[in-house]
């Protein structure tokens, strides 16, 4: 059974920093893509970031320059380091894991992210 757990979010005034975690159990983590992927109110779920099994990030262009994703394959964890936060930034942040031998990934339950004065 593989499990992924979150942890890191918060509330953070404009402009601060948050960093999140996401721990992945049961599996061979070294071989997972992995990514951040966000929802907020009313809207859909979008990706915020990935990382692949090779360590090659990529971002989605609203986040560029602000956020970066990396990965500790000994620690089987991801983390996403947020800077310069922005209240548009304002969701439930979400962890997820590729296998390359799966078509459906795993998602963790979510941590939320309130950027707000």
């Known amino acids: 059974q593989v499990q992924l757990v979150e942890s890191g979010g918060g509330l953070v005034q404009p402009g601060g920093s948050l960093r999140l975690s996401c721990v992945v159990s049961g599996s061979i983590f070294r071989m997972y893509d992995m990514g951040w992927y966000r929802q907020a109110p009313g809207k859909q779920r979008e990706l915020v970031a990935n990382?692949?099994?090779?360590?090659?990030?990529n971002y989605t262009d609203s986040v560029k320059g602000r956020f970066t994703i990396s990965r500790d394959n000994a620690k089987m964890t991801v983390y996403l380091q947020m800077n310069s936060l922005k209240p548009e930034d304002t969701a439930v942040y979400y962890c997820?894991?590729?296998?390359?031998?799966?078509?459906?990934?795993?998602w963790g339950q979510g941590t939320q992210v309130t950027v707000s004065s």
């Open positions: 997820n894991a590729q296998p390359p031998w799966k078509r459906q990934p795993y």
């Open positions: 990382i692949s099994s090779s360590g090659n990030p």
